[in-house]
């Protein structure tokens, strides 16, 4: 065998094993970070090893730290299972070593992201003309809709912030729900609008924005307006009242920025996609292919109806870019990187995998797969459902004392579930409480792992009942 033989079965041998056995193994990490550093830890070697050796030696130790998201029962944070159809497409991107920045460095990269791009404005329904920057998960995705945002609402006074930077430049107003994503301020920060420069807005109680309030607040704003809102709160699954927010959004000339995560999937879904009624009317929308679409890491979509002002934000040129014809995609004037991973490649195959009505499913069975857990743990006396599934989330806590003794029960019953290694489940604040938050968000949980799971839960809380 050649080593190229070698090395690529092998890894494929490697990954197929670990898939395989994830079900029947712990669902946690067997070693923390700290161990794993130690293991890792190394001089720096002086001369080379075998390319076979190297791989086998780091898939021994990596094992042992890595997390089990591609596992049946892992329910901690809101991240997709790497579809095995995606992992093998993107081995492909990576075995293929394409350079996706432009249409002359890789045709296949630049066309497929083309089809790509349609096939997701079809599957979300959104405004068939927008442009479609394929970005690395939803915090880069708010970004580069965020610079569209600055581009356009700049522009509209006479400034150019791309060519003029944003020193001097009129202020921009930015409105946002309290209960928005941690990360959308990263993304603020990263694109000079300031995290703590905005204008928060009153939400309800299960964190959706209230437009009374957006009203009141963009009432006397004069100049540059963005609204941002969300469609799919991380603790709720809330989702922003949408039509009214952008009937706002169009009597004070603001941009309307949709942070749809996971959330906007719920469109590609009969069931659920009353609950985005009137996000089509926006002008812009960040969603992630890692988490529903179950595309391996690392993957998001930046979607902008004004596909120049997409553009506008992004495009860099050089006398050795070859110029292209009117029309055609140059995918790297869609996002801030030049040389860039193919990530047009797993999205395709993905959805070529699913299809419509997969998609539909799966979005579907994780939603009524919620329902399911919330039902059994809401059963057991002591156990509270503080939020019921609007969509795939739910958050719980534990014991019926004060806030600070229902925090200590909950952070028990989490140390517990993971301590038994059923299933994975991580806490969060949410109001003034300490919660457990389950996503059901991989494609591999089936009925049965929810069953298992939601007895796992009420196990750990017996014990720790028991306890105190
Ligand atoms: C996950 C998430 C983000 C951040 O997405 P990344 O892909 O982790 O960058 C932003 N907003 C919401 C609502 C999310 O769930």
Redesign the pocket.
């Known amino acids: 065998m050649t080593t190229l033989d070698h090395l690529l079965g092998r890894a494929a041998e490697h990954a197929t094993r670990y898939r395989s056995e994830l079900g029947s193994k712990p669902a946690k990490p067997l070693a923390d970070y700290h161990s794993m550093r130690d293991r890792f830890d190394a001089p720096l070697p002086l001369v080379g090893a075998d390319p076979v050796e190297v791989l086998d030696q780091l898939v021994a130790v990596a094992e042992q730290g890595l997390m089990p998201t591609t596992g049946p029962r892992f329910f901690a944070w809101?991240m997709g299972g790497s579809h095995p159809t995606g992992v093998a497409a993107d081995f492909l991107v990576s075995a293929w070593g394409q350079n996706a920045g432009y249409q002359s460095t890789s045709p296949s990269g630049a066309a497929i992201e083309e089809v790509a791009e349609r096939w997701l404005l079809e599957i979300l329904d959104l405004p068939h003309t927008s442009g479609i920057g394929f970005a690395?998960?939803?915090?880069?995705?708010?970004g580069i809709c965020l610079a569209a945002a600055r581009t356009k609402t700049l522009m509209a006074v006479g400034w150019d912030p791309d060519a003029d930077g944003l020193f001097g430049a009129p202020p921009i107003h930015v409105l946002i729900g309290n209960d928005a994503?941690s990360?959308?301020y990263s993304s603020l920060q990263l694109v000079g609008l300031g995290r703590r420069r905005v204008i928060s807005l009153d939400t309800d109680e299960v964190g959706r924005m209230i437009p009374a309030a957006l009203e009141r607040a963009i009432a006397n704003l004069s100049g540059p307006k963005i609204i941002i809102a969300?469609a799919?709160?991380?603790n709720t699954g809330a989702f922003d009242p949408f039509d009214e927010i952008v009937d706002i959004g169009r009597q004070h000339d603001a941009w309307v920025h949709v942070?749809?995560?996971?959330?906007l999937w719920a469109r590609a879904t009969p069931s659920h996609k009353h609950l985005t009624n009137g996000i089509e009317g926006g002008d812009s929308w960040?969603t992630?292919g890692?988490?529903w679409l179950q595309a391996p890491y690392?993957c998001?979509f930046a979607i902008v109806r004004d596909r120049d002002a997409l553009l506008g934000a992004m495009s860099q040129w050089s006398s050795y870019l070859p110029s292209i014809a009117e029309g055609d995609r140059i995918p790297s004037n869609y996002v801030p990187e030049l040389s860039r991973r193919a990530r047009g490649i797993p999205v395709y195959a993905m959805l070529k995998t699913l299809g419509r009505q997969g998609m539909a499913d799966l979005v579907e069975r994780h939603c009524s797969l919620a329902v399911r857990f919330a039902d059994r743990l809401a059963a057991e006396p002591g156990i509270h459902v503080v939020s019921r599934p609007i969509i795939n989330q739910l958050i719980v806590n534990f014991g019926d004392g004060d806030p600070a003794e229902r925090r200590l029960h909950t952070e028990a019953v989490i140390a517990q579930v993971l301590h038994d290694g059923v299933c994975y489940v991580a806490g969060a604040m949410w109001r003034d409480d300490w919660v457990m938050r389950i996503s059901v968000t991989s494609g591999a949980t089936t009925e049965e792992d929810i069953d298992l799971s939601a007895d796992a839960v009420i196990d750990a809380w017996r014990k720790v009942g028991h306890r105190s």
Do not use: C, E, M, P
Request: charged share 15%; aromatic share 4%; no cysteine.
């Open positions: 809101v690395t998960g939803a915090t880069v995705a708010n994503h990360s959308v969300q799919g709160q991380i942070d749809g995560a996971f959330g960040a992630d890692h988490k690392d998001g």
